[in-house]
């Protein structure tokens, strides 16, 4: 009986033989499932990273864009306010330059006036000096008698 005992025993050396095979071998493809898994996840990352830089960079770029159009336009206004101002005071200049001639004209007009009223005045004094001269001059008339 003891032959029979070594079949059995055959067997279950065998199964475990297997067992730790098998156990290998799925040892080594959950290592390479874990590595797959790995690499996968790194390569995730990077493809992430990638966008994630490219979108940057392309917000970076919109940001530099946005400010170099506000810049420029900016310095359009700048130099279109600068010729409206330098219009609006050549405008100024020529209305001054009007009204002063036109304020020389009144002083002359206002001294033409005032030197003939004076002479106006002087002739109407003469004249009333003239007729009070010769009414002190007329006899008088006796009104009573």
């Known amino acids: 009986m003891a032959p029979r005992r070594k079949r059995r025993d055959e067997p279950a050396a065998v199964t475990s033989d297997e067992e730790a095979i098998d156990q290998s071998s799925q040892d080594a493809i959950d290592s390479e499932m874990m590595k797959t898994a790995q690499e996968m996840l790194i390569s995730s990352k990077r493809r992430k990273d990638s966008r994630r830089k ?8 919109r ?18 306010v600068k010729e409206v101002q330098k219009t609006q005071w050549q405008k100024l ?44 001059e007329l006899p008088v008339l006796d009104l009573g008698a």
Request: zero cysteines.
């Open 54 to 61: 490219a979108i940057e960079n392309e917000y970076q770029g």
């Open 63 to 80: 940001i530099k864009k946005a400010g170099a159009e506000v810049t420029a336009l900016f310095e359009k206004r700048k130099i279109k």
């Open 93 to 136: 200049e020529e209305l001054n330059t009007k009204r002063e001639h036109l304020e020389s004209l009144i002083i002359k007009s206002i001294m033409t006036i005032e030197q003939a009223t004076l002479n106006l005045s002087r002739e109407i004094t003469a004249i009333f000096s003239g007729r009070m001269q010769e009414i002190k």
